[in-house]
């Protein structure tokens, strides 16, 4: 898939500042044994709650409507056409 | 400097001023302001608030250190009712649906939010001329630039326009504009201050932190904001900082890394002043310890390879469908497309595209992954060297402020100006800008939730310089 189709922007090419940078990753020495997972971090994984549905408060949510890009009748409009 | 919020609240207390005098004196100073720190006055709430604080001393009741204190937002994060507009043409015309629990931490400690204000778009940059809203100039001069993403916070702060303001630091952005505006700025251990409503850039450095004139203020603000988030399940229950501990437990012992002090591109000022704050160190004897980072040449790339792929993911939410400025074509997928392309400047479109490259088949082996296994060594790095020290100094910024305009041509030099500033952000540490030392301050990092060792030593440092 081509960069513009990935990004969803007309035109998408690298960048030469971009290109520059990642090629020093390609070049960078990495230790045969490094892994993404030998490093401690701050967030702990054993402390997670269960995911939970709220209902949003009535002021969020017309501010929600508000923020539609267009709507007819309290209802989101959008392309009837998803890909031609 | 003395605590700005302390000032205030002694003068509110004393009936010197009323709440209302105060934050019409801020917003008269914050609208006419030549720096373009601000995108949205928030007069009508701030001054509604102000009146409670106000009726609460007529009557004789006791308010609280934050009770009428005047603080500023940086215009990404969430504030329910107001805009919400990350600096950019995509978001505009958006309004804050709910509000972010940093802010709304301070809200209840009863300090008054009185605008959002003005950085770089969706945090992409280094200099805050990244905006819709006019490139943000130097406190101390108007030339050159407020620095970034949070330009308009430091600047505010250090005109006094707001008390204290509170920013967003992905890879540097309340540290570098704390440096280049000479005020104090905190980018805490990630996970310290919850991330709920400040828009996410990339999710696995993004901190919120301080900006302010004062150490002291800092504390306060801290121990206000931080603690487990309900609905940041990265954050972490933590203890009040107390900046006034027993001399005898500070036994500090300081590193710094000497390969980026020989960095050739380091200011032959900013080297020079930073060695000189060593030596004044070691003369109070402190044993300071020359470290070696090892990994300078692929750190920008490794930071900048993470940032843009988890950028490219975050942002690819912003289609004009739900929200935000939308282009209308015939189909969905062009109007995504048309959207995209006119709402997003061009260094977020190059840190968009460059995030799809990294993760595209292909790519992402010798890129991506790459790049997470260097951060995983950079951390293991930190944590080995916070075995030897307890605190590790670095300069801010390799160069003073640059000219407004200058950088813009050159995105790979932004790019390499945050060598200093983002190795910590991928280490997850506690690192505070101290407007001390040299031209653009002095970078003062702990472990991992050690922050409160942190701001003693910026105390420390403060004392000794």
Partial sequence: MSLEDLSSIKGATASKAVEALFSSIKNAALPAESNDFNATHAAELDDLRDDQVHNSSDLEKKLIKQNFPKEKNGYLVVSKVIEN | ?465
């Fill in chain 2, 1 to 465: 400097m003395a605590s700005q919020i302390i000032q205030l609240h002694e003068k509110l207390v004393n009936k010197e001023i009323s709440c209302t005098q105060l934050i019409k004196e801020k917003l008269k100073s914050l609208e006419q302001n030549q720096y373009n720190s601000v995108n949205f006055l928030l007069a009508e709430s701030a001054l509604a608030k102000a009146k409670i604080v106000d009726d609460k001393i007529a009557k004789g009741e006791k308010i609280g250190v934050l009770e009428g204190i005047p603080f500023g937002v940086k215009d990404v994060f969430m504030l329910q009712g107001e805009h919400a507009s990350a600096s950019s043409n995509f978001l505009k015309n958006y309004i804050a649906p709910y509000t972010a629990t940093a802010i709304q931490k301070l809200i209840d400690a009863g300090a008054i939010p009185v605008c959002k204000e003005n950085a770089d778009a969706f945090g992409h940059g280094s200099t805050s001329e990244n905006t819709i809203f006019g490139a943000v100039k130097n406190a101390h001069n108007d030339q050159l630039v407020g620095g970034g993403s949070s330009g308009g916070s430091a600047v505010n702060v250090a005109k006094g326009y707001t008390a204290f303001s509170i920013g967003g630091d992905t890879g540097g952005s309340i540290r570098q504009p704390a440096g280049f505006n000479k005020v104090y700025g905190l980018k805490p251990t990630y996970g310290r201050v919850s991330r709920f409503g400040l828009m996410a850039y990339t999710s696995s450095t993004d901190c919120v932190g301080p900006i302010a004139s004062s150490i002291e203020d800092i504390e306060i603000v801290m121990n206000t904001i931080s603690g487990k988030d309900y609905h940041d399940q990265t954050t972490y229950a933590s203890s009040p900082i107390t900046l006034n501990a027993a001399p005898e437990t500070l036994n500090f012992s300081v590193g710094y890394y000497s390969d980026f002090i020989d960095n050739k591109g380091l200011d032959a000022d900013i080297k020079k002043d930073f060695l000189a704050v060593i030596e004044k160190i070691k003369a109070k004897g402190i044993t300071v310890k020359a470290l070696n980072f090892g990994s300078t040449d692929s750190l920008v790339s490794t930071y900048y390879a993470l940032a843009m792929a988890e950028t490219a993911s975050n942002l690819a939410r912003l289609d004009g469908s739900m929200y935000g400025e939308r282009a209308t074509a015939d189909t969905l997928k062009e109007s995504y497309a048309i959207t995209r392309s006119e709402g997003f400047s061009e260094e977020s479109k190059r840190r968009i595209v460059g995030g799809n490259q990294v993760l595209s088949q292909g790519h992402a082996d010798e890129i991506y992954l790459k790049a997470r296994a260097l951060r995983s060594q950079i951390m293991s790095h930190f944590d080995k060297d916070f075995t030897e020290v307890s605190v590790i100094l670095s300069p801010v910024s390799p160069s003073t402020p640059p000219s407004i305009g200058s950088s813009l041509k050159d995105p790979l030099a932004m790019y390499l100006s945050d060598i200093y500033t983002i190795g910590f952000s991928l280490g997850e540490l506690p690192t505070l800008t101290a407007p001390v030392g040299t031209a653009t301050g002095i970078q003062i990092t702990t472990a991992k939730k050690q922050d409160e060792l942190t701001l003693q030593f910026a105390k420390f440092l403060k004392e000794v310089l």
